[in-house]
Nanobody, 116 residues
Framework: QVQLVESGGGLVQPGGSLRLSCAASGFTFSMYHMRWYRQAPGKERELVAAITSPSGRTNYADSVKGRFTISRDNAKNTVYLQMNSLKPEDTAVYYC?????????WGQGTQVTVSS
């Protein structure tokens, strides 16, 4: 059974940091491209960051470049999103995504709220 379980969300003040984790199971994690998306209320889901397999090449949305870092640990079947210098506009539900060809899996999401 395929599972992607996100954790690490919460309430943080502007300028603060959070690290999201996504633990994967039920598929060969190391073969999959991994992505983080987010969806704010009333807005479409948007791609935040991606990391490829096997090269580990990363790319980011312009809005988070220089503040967010995506990484993966294939030994732990986990992908991370380190989020620094958080802004109120980063408030959203963050989703983990795994993709390999036509196979596409989603986590249930974790809420991130940036507010003073």
């Amino acid at each position: 059974q395929v599972q992607l379980v996100e954790s690490g969300g919460g309430l943080v003040q502007p300028g603060g940091s959070l690290r999201l984790s996504c633990a994967a199971s039920g598929f060969t994690f190391s073969m999959y491209h991994m992505r983080w998306y987010r969806q704010a209320p009333g807005k479409e889901r948007e791609l935040v960051a991606a990391i490829t397999s096997p090269s580990g090449r990363t790319n980011y949305a312009d809005s988070v470049k220089g503040r967010f870092t995506i990484s993966r640990d294939n030994a732990k079947n986990t992908v991370y999103l380190q989020m620094n210098s958080l802004k109120p506009e980063d408030t959203a539900v963050y989703y983990c995504n795994a993709n390999y060809g036509f196979r596409n899996y989603w986590g249930q999401g974790t809420q991130v709220t940036v507010s003073s």
